[in-house]
């Protein structure tokens, strides 16, 4: 069974950093894409970042460019975003998801896991 786990979200102050973690099972995860998605209330889910099967490439959406980074360890199955400099409009809950390539469309990804919440908050 395909299964996502995100964890990490938290309650943090404006500038602060948190990491998120997804770990993974059931499929073949070093042949998978990772994305991280967010929602935020009232909005669309969007895209936040991907990386690569292999980590040989991993890119970011404009608005977190710079504060987020992405990585994963394929021996652990898990994949990690590392958030920085975290400001009001990083409050969403986040979710992980596979797919093939990070090239692929939102609606290609799957076994979206149940998410973790993160609030920016003063």
């Known amino acids: 069974q395909v299964r996502l786990v995100e964890s990490g979200g938290a309650l943090v102050q404006p500038g602060g950093s948190l990491r998120l973690s997804c770990a993974a099972s059931?499929?073949?995860?070093?042949?998978?894409?990772i994305g991280w998605f967010r929602q935020a209330p009232g909005k669309e889910r969007e895209g936040v970042a991907c990386?690569?099967?292999?980590?040989?490439?991993?890119n970011h959406a404009d608005s977190v460019r710079g504060r987020f980074t992405t990585s994963r360890d394929n021996a652990k199955t898990t994949v990690s975003l590392h958030m920085s400099g975290l400001k009001f409009e990083d409050t969403a809950v986040y979710y992980c998801?596979?797919?093939?390539?990070?090239?692929?469309?939102?609606?290609?990804?799957?076994?979206w896991g149940q998410g973790t919440p993160v609030t920016v908050s003063s």
């Open positions: 998801a596979t797919a093939a390539s990070c090239g692929a469309a939102q609606s290609d990804f799957g076994s």
């Open positions: 059931g499929f073949t995860f070093d042949k998978s894409a």
């Open positions: 990386i690569e099967p292999h980590a040989s490439l991993a």
